[in-house]
């Protein structure tokens, strides 16, 4: 072997070692897989709930949001000016007609999950798509 080639050979192992070792690779690998096993989770619960027609109302019991929400209900300007409010947060084009209490609640949900957890939104909406294209 030439010294040239050797030369080139040290330098490449250099850079491997340089850019990490493999305890950090693992642990990329393994937050890798757990995201893919979450959203495979999620794939199939969209799907199942698509193809089997489930159940896709979410209900949970809170008297005291239940509260809020039937006095939001009961002034119509309010209810509309929360909802636009939501709408914003969430990057959507205010749309004030498609507003009511459902809508406040969806919202509501969704701009929480995404404050919580940006990365879980992020998955949830490309397992979404998945879940549409495999249907």
């Keep these: 072997m030439s010294e040239d080639s ?21 642990a990329v690998n393994a937050d890798d897989e757990e995201v893919d096993a979450f959203r495979q989770t999620l794939i199939a619960a969209l799907a199942e709930r698509q ?16 509260g809020l929400l039937d006095a939001l209900e009961s002034d119509p300007e309010r209810l509309r000016a929360v909802g636009v409010a939501l ?15 459902s809508e406040v ?20 909406r490309e397992a979404v798509g998945d879940a549409a294209r495999q249907l």
Excluded: K, Y
């Excluded at 193809?51 to 239940?66: H, I, Y």
């Excluded at 709408?87 to 209490?101: F, K, S």
């Design 87 to 101: 709408q914003e947060a969430l990057g959507r084009d205010p749309d004030p007609e498609a507003i009511d209490r």
């Design 6 to 26: 050797s030369d080139v050979d040290l330098e490449s192992l250099r850079e491997q070692t340089e850019t990490g070792n493999r305890l950090q690779e693992d």
């Design 51 to 66: 193809e089997a027609g489930s159940q896709r109302t979410v209900s949970f019991w809170d008297g005291e949001l239940a």
């Design 105 to 124: 609640a969806q919202l509501a949900a969704r701009l929480g999950f995404q404050e919580a957890d940006p990365e879980l939104v992020e998955s949830w």
